[in-house]
Each structure stands twice: as structure tokens, then as C-alpha cells.
Nanobody, 125 residues
């Protein structure tokens, strides 16, 4: 059974950091682009960051550029999202998703096939 499981969310003060993990099981991620998406209460789901299967292409939403870093360890079948300088507006449920793609990655949720259950990130003092 193909599964993605996010972890690492929690409550953090503004300016703090968190590292989210997306662990895959039932398939190997080395031929999949992985995206991180978030959905705040009452808002549509938006793309945060994505990484190609090789790791050679990474993309970020303008709102997180310079603060978030995506990486992957195909040997561990896991993708990470390092989030620094967190702001209250980063508060959301964060999801990872997988797209079968050998070359590119995209910040468009509708393109992704497999989704995790999400992890809550709350930035508040």
C-alpha cells in the first residue's frame, strides 16, 4: 500500500524553526517528484515547495523563499522541509504529495497523485 506520512509539525514561536519529514512506504520515491503544500483554515491549499526525483530541481513559493529549504534522501525514502524564521502566516496543515515524474516538479496540487494525512504547524507567541 502506497503511503506518505508527515511528521515534525508542532507549535513554535515566531522566528523559530521546524523540520518536517515526509516518509514514503510501499513505493520508492526516487522516481517521484515530491511537493509540500499547506492549507490554512478557510483558505485553499497552496504549493510551498517541491523537488524533482533527482533533487536537481527545487521550487519555492515566493512567500517562503529564503526561509524554507526542501531536500530529499532517497536512500531513506524521505523528503524534508526545513522551515526557518517562521511567521504566524505560516500556520497551516502541511501536506506532502508524490507525483510520478522523472525530470521536473511542480507547485500545483492537482497534479499530485499520492498524499499524506498532514501535520499541523502553528506559529504563535
Amino acid at each position: 500500500q502506497l503511503q506518505l506520512v508527515e511528521s515534525g509539525g508542532g507549535l513554535v514561536q515566531p522566528g523559530g524553526s521546524l523540520r518536517l519529514s515526509c516518509a514514503a512506504s510501499g513505493f520508492t520515491v526516487d522516481r517521484y517528484a515530491i511537493g509540500w503544500f499547506r492549507q490554512a483554515l478557510g483558505k485553499v491549499r497552496e504549493g510551498v515547495s517541491c523537488i524533482s526525483s533527482s533533487g536537481g530541481i527545487t521550487k519555492y513559493a515566493d512567500s517562503v523563499k529564503g526561509r524554507f529549504t526542501i531536500s530529499r534522501d532517497n536512500a531513506k525514502n524521505t523528503v524534508y522541509l526545513q522551515m526557518n524564521s517562521l511567521k504566524p502566516e505560516d500556520t497551516a496543515v502541511y501536506y506532502c504529495a508524490a507525483l510520478r515524474s522523472d525530470y521536473n516538479a511542480y507547485l500545483i496540487p492537482a497534479l499530485y497523485t499520492y498524499w499524506g494525512q498532514g501535520t499541523q504547524v502553528t506559529v504563535s507567541s
